[in-house]
């Protein structure tokens, strides 16, 4: 579990580079309903992200979603590393390898919980902690039945209601940020970018 984690720390960035800063007043905490209705009123989105690994460094990029069960990272030069989920399974392509993506069940990584079909975060012992900060709204949420596969606390501005970060907390309890520019939800976004078969016959050797 930790492995799989530790792979998905190569979707990261601090809440400060998303330009969340204090705004004037205070800002009400978002309900758990009306943060289950958002995600679940778009099927696709696409946007800008940008990362800090686990050892400090840099990567930006562009995110696609398609739920349920699928998305993709593609990462800015000199990087051009991709993580695909699709089919299930969560594939991790990475220019330096030479043995093709490594790949793991989806249904095992904490984004399981925001590609499902019908996201509901007030199924008992999904959601941990649930808080404002005067700004924004956290929830962190896990898998009820495998806390051990990670959590990810998803942070949310208002008005209107949107997804700005989340923050993906391994095993061992090291954390890793994804800080998302403007989502364009509802977007067309074709099947074929989550077809991880597809990628890797693309994938140069």
Excluded at 67 to 72: A, D, E, K, S
Excluded at 100 to 117: C, V
Excluded at 164 to 172: A, C, L, P, S
Excluded at 181 to 193: F, H, R, Y
């Amino acid at each position: 579990m930790s492995k799989i984690t530790r792979r998905l720390l190569f979707l990261a960035v601090p809440l400060i580079m998303a330009g969340l800063t204090a705004a004037p007043g205070h800002a009400r905490q978002i309900s758990l309903n009306e943060i289950s209705g958002y995600l679940n009123s778009f099927d696709t989105a696409e946007g800008e992200f940008t990362q800090i690994n686990a050892d400090g460094t840099i990567s930006t990029g562009r995110i696609y979603i398609r739920r349920p069960g699928r998305i993709r990272f593609e990462y800015d030069p000199p990087e051009e590393a991709m993580v695909i989920a699709g089919g299930g399974q969560l594939a991790v392509f990475d220019p330096r390898s030479n043995t093709g993506p490594d790949r793991y069940p989806l249904r095992e990584t904490p984004l399981k919980i925001i590609l499902q079909d019908d996201i509901d975060l007030a199924r008992t012992n999904m959601v941990t902690a649930h808080t404002s900060d005067g700004n924004t709204t956290s929830v962190t949420a896990q898998d009820p039945e495998n806390p051990d596969y990670g959590s990810i606390q998803l942070v949310f501005t208002d008005d209107p209601v949107q997804l700005r970060q989340w923050v993906i907390t391994d095993d061992t309890g090291r954390q890793t940020t994804v800080v998302l520019g403007d989502l364009v939800t509802g977007a067309q976004v074709p099947n074929i970018l989550f077809n991880i078969q597809a990628e890797m016959r693309a994938w140069p050797e």
